[in-house]
């Protein structure tokens, strides 16, 4: 079955770094785009980066862009999110998101909390 486990969140001051990680296991990882997704409390789930399945290309929130980095190693099974300058409203759980045919996959979230 489909796995997907994030790892990597913490807390961090504002303009700190953090690289969050989600292995992937149960299905071909490399056939398929991998994203990340964050919720914070309050709010409705949003999408912050994809990455095609070669990792060719990749698209990035509008509030993330030349702050985070998603990419991903197809020998490893995973995908990363390297964010960088991070602000305290980038504060959320972040969720790892493959779409196989009609249906989502999750993994369980990893908490950031970007705070002085």
């Known amino acids: 079955q489909v796995q997907l486990v994030e790892s990597g969140g913490g807390l961090v001051q504002p303009g700190g770094s953090l690289r969050l990680s989600c292995a992937a296991s149960?299905?071909?990882?490399?056939?398929?785009?991998m994203s990340w997704y964050r919720q914070a409390p309050g709010k409705e789930r949003e999408l912050v980066a994809s990455?095609?399945?070669?990792?060719?290309?990749?698209t990035y929130a509008d509030s993330v862009k030349g702050r985070f980095t998603i990419s991903r190693d197809n020998g490893m099974n995973t995908v990363y999110l390297q964010m960088n300058r991070l602000k305290a409203e980038d504060t959320a759980v972040y969720y790892c998101?493959?779409?196989?045919?009609?249906?989502?996959?999750w993994g369980q979230g990893t908490q950031v909390t970007v705070s002085s």
């Open positions: 990455v095609t399945n070669t990792g060719g290309v990749t």
């Open positions: 149960g299905f071909i990882f490399s056939s398929y785009s």
């Open positions: 998101n493959t779409l196989r045919g009609i249906r989502n996959y």
